[in-house]
Structure formats: C-alpha cells, structure tokens
C-alpha cells in the first residue's frame, strides 16, 4: 500500500490573481513557482462543472480511447480536479488509482461527489506535481487528464515523474480540451529570451466569452472562457495547434529525462450507445432530456467544442459519440 498524506483542508486565501484580463509579464523569468502555486491552491471551481454534460455526450468513446492505451497496476493522478473525471469515469477495471489536487476545496469536493453519485471511496489527498507525496520508485503509472498543459515548471515536474516511477512505468497524458496557452507561451519565451530574442517574450492576452448549452438543448450551463493570446506570431510553434505543441514538447522533455517515448499523436474513436443509456446518465447528473424536444443523435468534442448534429443514418434508438484526444505515453527506461 502506498502511505497517502494527511489531507489538509485549510482554507487559503487568495494571494494572487494570475489571469486578470489584460495580464502582461515584461520579462517571463519573473515568474516563480509560488505565484503558481498559490493561484492553484486557491482557483475556484465553478468552470468544472461545466465540462460534465460535455464530456457525458462522448462519453463512451472517450472510455475506448482510454482502455486501449491505460497501462496495469497502481499509480496516481495529478491534478484530478472537483469531480475525479478520469477516476470516475474513464479508469479501466482493475487498476487501482491515488488521486491528488493542489486544491484542498477541489479535494473535499471530488469525495463528496464520488460517495454520492458513485457510491465509491477514493484514495485522495492534497498533493502537488511539483512535490509528489510518494516514495521513491512506488508506482506503475503516472496518469494526467487535461492537467499538464496548465503548469509553467515542467521540467521539475518531469523529475518528479521519474522518481516516483519503477523502471519500466509509464507516465500518460490525455488532452481532450484546448490546452492553456499562457504555460506554453512562457516556456517558449524563456527559450527565446535564451537565444537572444527578448524583443519577442512579451505576454499580452485577453478572454473570449463562448456560452455553452445542455447537449441537444438550448439550457445555458455556464460559458467557456478562452484566453486569446496577442503575442502568438513570435512563437516557434507557427501555425502548428496547441495540442500538437504540447504533446512535442512533453516527448522533448521527458526525452531528455531519459524516457522512451511511445505515443505521442491524436486518437479518434467512434461508438454507438443506446439512446436510453444517455438519457440515463445525463439524468443522474441532475440534467434534463425531454425526448420530444431532442434531435441530435451525434455528438463529437474537439478541444473544448461540443459539436451536436443529426445523423439520419443511425436507428432511432442509437447515438453516435464521437471522441478525440491527443494522447501521451512515456516509458522510464
């Protein structure tokens, strides 16, 4: 057994407000780890919950995609946010997972929710990437979903990886979401400052505001805030997207770490379920479905957009779910 932490659900107050419209850093080399930390410790969780009934629209197929790539045995996952996803729901059978989020709120909640919904007890706990709570070589694998692209310090990260893994683990990484720019930004700033191009590191940004709507209805369930960044033409990444970027530079990093990199690349699946069955599960997240009223019988995400349309193909009974991610693996070597 691995000997978890005592969770810690002091309340912390909130230091430093990271992404402020209009933020701007002059020189990236001043921002420091605990600036970091400290939004994290800190973030508030209503955005999460928006993301259920989206991801609940493609849910099977996003479980196909997972079962196909999971490593076996015991590991943990960072970053596992308010509801425990990727625990809840995409974790294949017989693997035992240990969840940790910097987040004591994020913590609490993520119980709460799996005791009720799930009826489950979850091994969770305070934890960072940057500080793991693990022994040495204790772990199989070390899994991420839509957690490494919001981090700054990913080569502390990276050696935090490999020290908690066995020889032979695997660390994998699922993105389905766009990921965060301002991390990537910073990072690709840093690597300029060094080849003397600080006349292109400035960081200047604003947020686009898209509402977002139950699956197949027009009930509002929040809005998706996307943070556009001015300065993107000065980054090496040119017109390649930010998905693919983050996946290069995760197999340049741990590449270095002295990892064999085994996927790295978008996986797409489709699947059909029982229109019934989705009926089901939106129910018991408290989401309404009035069959008279719900056309769309196909559903596909691609980083962050829900896309519903109707397939007059398919038998009445059926919807089609179609999922992508971009998927990482990494093997200690």
């Not at 850093?25 to 259920?52: A, C, H, V």
């Not at 947020?207 to 709507?213: D, G």
Request: overall charge neutral; aromatic content about 12%; charged content about 30%.
């Amino acid at each position: 057994m691995i000997e978890l932490p005592q969770t810690n659900l002091t309340t912390y107050r909130i230091e430093d407000t990271l992404f402020s419209d209009g933020f701007k850093m002059k020189d990236p080399r001043d921002y420091f780890i605990g600036r970091e930390t400290s939004f994290s410790k800190n973030n508030s969780l209503n955005r999460q919950k928006e993301w259920i009934p989206m991801r609940l629209g493609t849910l099977e197929a996003s479980r196909e995609i997972v079962k196909e790539t999971f490593p076996e045995g015991c590991g943990a996952e960072f970053g596992c946010g308010a509801y425990g996803w990727f625990y809840n729901y995409l974790l294949p059978e017989g693997r035992r997972l240990i969840q940790f989020d910097i987040n004591p709120k994020a913590v609490g909640n993520n119980r709460e929710y799996t005791v009720k919904l799930f009826k489950g007890k979850p091994e969770i706990a305070v934890g960072s990437l940057y500080e793991m709570p693990l022994k040495n070589s204790s772990l199989d694998f070390i899994v991420g979903f839509n957690s490494w692209d919001s981090i700054y310090f990913f080569e502390k990260s990276v050696e935090e990886v490999r020290r908690c893994l066995r020889p032979g683990g695997f660390f994998v990484h699922y993105q389905n979401l766009q990921p965060a720019e301002m991390p990537l930004v910073l990072t690709e700033s840093k690597k300029r400052i060094g080849r003397g191009l600080e006349k292109d590191v400035d960081v200047g940004s604003h947020v686009r505001s898209t509402p977002l709507y139950l699956p197949g209805t027009n009930v509002p369930i929040g809005e998706e805030r996307e943070r556009i960044i001015l300065t993107i033409n000065s980054l090496d990444w040119e017109e390649i997207r930010l998905g693919t970027y983050l996946m290069r530079h995760l197999a340049d990093l741990f590449e270095k770490a002295g990892f064999r990199i085994g996927t790295y690349q978008e996986i797409k699946r489709e699947t059909l379920t029982k229109k019934k069955e989705f009926a089901r599960q939106l129910k018991s997240h408290g989401f309404g479905f009035d069959e008279r009223k719900f056309n769309e019988n196909c559903f596909e995400t691609a980083y962050g957009t829900a896309i519903m349309s109707c397939d007059s193909s398919l038998p009445k009974k059926l919807i089609k779910q179609i999922a992508s991610m971009d998927v990482f693996i990494a093997q200690k070597q």
